[in-house]
């Protein structure tokens, strides 16, 4: 079982940079692909990015890529999401997730292969 729980959400203006953290729980979390998603007022959950299990392999979404950085410390079992230049397209609840499901093909980009989420963190981005 594996517990997470965002943090570091809250209204920034347009241009600005946030960092979201996701602490998790349990003993194996450094064997897991670690994802962010997002979901916007109104619109469907949609991919942000994805580190591997050691953090060696990146993906990001276009929407994103350039402007977010995803990133992790598996000794403090915690995965980061850098976000700079941030625009009021931005504005979602962001959700970090944990893929247990083996075989995968990276990038581990489908909603549906992870197991556990956070309860999300909301990014209001003010133009």
């Known amino acids: 079982q594996v517990q997470l729980v965002e943090s570091g959400g809250g209204l920034v203006q347009a241009g600005g940079s946030l960092r979201l953290s996701c602490a998790a729980s349990?003993?194996?979390?450094?064997?897991?692909?670690m994802g962010w998603f997002r979901q916007a007022p109104g619109k469907k959950r949609e991919f942000v990015a994805v580190i591997s299990w050691s953090g060696s392999n990146l993906y990001y979404a276009d929407s994103v890529k350039g402007r977010f950085t995803i990133s992790r410390s598996n000794s403090k079992n915690t995965v980061y999401l850098q976000m700079n230049s941030l625009e009021p397209e931005a504005t979602a609840v962001y959700y970090c997730?944990?893929?247990?499901?083996?075989?995968?093909?990276?990038?581990?980009?489908?909603?549906?292969?992870?197991?556990?989420w956070g309860v999300g963190a909301q990014v209001p981005v003010a133009s």
């Open positions: 997730a944990a893929s247990t499901a083996v075989g995968t093909a990276w990038p581990v980009v489908k909603s549906d292969v992870y197991t556990y």
């Open positions: 349990g003993r194996t979390f450094s064997t897991y692909p």
